[in-house]
């Protein structure tokens, strides 16, 4: 029986909607040439353009309306004029909160092909699996403003660690890196943070009890940055808090061909509730419209949601095409120094899907 796969399309500000119009082609090309699944998109026009409308970033029951999806399909938000806070608050941070999206998964992985900014570094060794805590932390939003305005102002921006959400976190990268057979990384802040990050490292150690079969490091946070440009191959999965996973996964795209390649997902792996698919680079408001925005982010994102829907080995044959996309180097957009459009390198990734998958023989019902 064809599973149908209903997806809650969300494409945003900027470029949004036209990066995210590729992986949409990718999506339903995948599930043309396999006739066990297929899509449904539904499409919302949230996003800053709908708040500097109506006042808010998305429908007031906008959470109930995105319940009954599998998956959220963002393109990217962000607009000049609304505040940064208010775009990431009242949408993607209401969503990732509301579902209980506590496992952020960011690949950093250097495909061939793609541009090698470090020097004296091998190209298969920046291949890491960063595991962010994606609910709480330092992006919990619990503090207080007081006295505003005066003299003796005071902020308090608060960073919560429960037990649950620590715990929960460094348990479930520590079962990916024991399926994949890789080392597993924490990376905190333990010196300076008193409190959370000596909290956050016991935890580990708690937890890394339980696997003696996965080989351990931990590392300062400012070591770690350090040492992604320096000793990359040291890292392969990496778990850390929302906030130093936030910095850190930005530093890696940078090592990892750009943030034109950075991908996200937003887990809820318990599976009660949709999780999220986005690639994370901005809304680029300043070549919106021109059709030159880079869709190898939400394409490789696009590959992620496969990949959730337990369909791995499609997944893979996404992310080839990418690769052989990058090596081919005709089909690229402005930002890869080439002079193709957006859409064109969405046709381009398809065309190389059909071929690898008839290649391959990759059995399709």
Known sequence: MMKLFKIAVIAGDGIGPEVINEGIKVLNKVAELDSDFKFDFTYFPWGCEFYSENGKMMDDDGIEQLKEFDAIYLGAVGFPGVPDHVSLWDLLLKIRKSFDQYV???????????????????????????IRENSEGEYSGAGDWLFKGQEHEVVLQNGV???KGTERIIRYAFETAKKEGRSLTSISKGNALNYSMVFWDQVFEEVSAEYPEVETASYLVDAAAMLMIKDPKRFEVVVTSNLFGDILTDLGAAIAGGIGLAAGANINPERDYPSMFEPIHGSAPDIAGKGIGNPLASIWSASQMLDFFGYEEHGKVVLEAIEQLLLENEVL???????????????????????IISSKNIPVK
Do not use: C, Q, W, Y
């Not at 004296?120 to 060794?125: L, P, S, T, Y």
């Open 104 to 130: 952020n998964i960011r690949p950093v992985t250097l495909l061939k092909g793609a541009h090698l900014p470090l020097v004296d570094v091998k190209r298969e060794d920046i291949d890491m699996l960063f």
């Open 161 to 163: 660690f429960s037990r």
């Open 333 to 355: 957009t402005p930002d890869m120094n080439g002079t193709a459009s957006t859409s064109e390198v969405g046709d381009r990734i398809i065309d190389m899907i059909a071929s």
